[in-house]
């Protein structure tokens, strides 16, 4: 089932001659992760934001469980759409606690503190990305990566349908990789659709199930891995020649040395 679609979408920040995106279409089925790749500049993280709702097209249309996403008030966004951004600026001095139970507003009425049952899903978010011990730490003595997982933390607090992951890895050491990678399958699993970009063709062939291939905002190509993370359409992509080698029945993506 396609949850979240994107028809046509055109979109600019410095008007209709420097567009970003270019009639672009896309879909978000449920319970499956779709892996958004593509180099600098080519749209990946606007495309994010518009299917957020934090920006609006100028043409096309943005569908939300079949619905316009405009017709949507924010607080039924939230309920329904999470985002892991890349980097984003706290400027407050929470604890982890306090910033993951951010993730709670969608349920909360206007000046109302968050509960018992808002507190426990916090902690238990923190508890899934592994800070459960650091609750109580303010944000800024946390490191990059546990900042990231604090993010991340925040997101499945809100408890989404549909979360979308800005490059949710570039922070994280390997090993937290590999804990984060366990919660998306997880996510998935349980009938979540998870979008996420990444500059990592390796990553997108051990977990995507669908990828979307992004070039000078507009889609090169879109479909399973088997079909999209070939060598030809990611030369194509990156400007870059691509080798795709097979190591024990698995896809590993390599760029060819000059």
Do not use: C
């Not at 978010?125 to 900042?147: N, W």
């Not at 549909?162 to 890895?169: F, R």
């Not at 669908?210 to 889609?219: C, D, E, K």
Request: aromatic letters at 4%; a positive charge.
């Amino acid at each position: 089932m396609i949850v979240l679609s994107a028809s046509r979408v055109a979109f600019s920040y410095d008007g209709p001659g420097r567009a970003v995106l270019r009639d672009l279409s896309v879909e978000v089925p449920a319970g499956a992760v779709t892996a958004i790749l593509g180099p600098n500049g080519s749209g990946k993280t606007t495309l994010l934001r518009l299917l957020l709702g934090v920006l609006r097209p100028q043409a096309g249309e943005i569908r939300l469980a079949g619905r316009p996403l405009p017709t949507y008030s924010r607080r039924e966004r939230g309920r329904l759409i999470g985002l892991v951004p890349q980097d984003e600026y706290i400027p407050f001095n929470f604890s982890a606690l306090e910033y993951v139970l951010l993730g709670r507003a969608p349920y909360l009425h206007p000046l109302q503190m968050p509960g018992e049952a808002d507190r426990r899903a916090a902690l238990d978010a923190l508890e899934r990305v592994g800070l459960r011990d650091l609750a109580d730490r303010p944000l800024p003595t946390l490191s990059g990566g546990e900042r990231q997982l604090t993010t991340v933390a925040r997101a499945l607090a809100q408890q989404p349908r549909i979360l979308l992951l800005d490059e949710p890895t570039a922070h994280l050491d390997l090993g937290n990789q590999g804990r984060l990678l366990t919660i998306i399958g997880e996510l998935a699993s349980q009938g979540t659709a998870l979008v996420l970009t990444t500059h990592d063709p390796n990553l997108a062939a051990a977990l995507a199930d669908h990828t979307i291939l992004l070039r000078r905002g507009q889609v090169l190509a879109a479909g399973p891995p088997a079909a999209t993370l070939t060598a030809e359409l990611l030369s194509a992509t990156y400007g870059a020649p691509v080798q795709v080698l097979s190591l024990n029945g698995r896809r590993v993506i390599l760029l060819e040395s000059r």
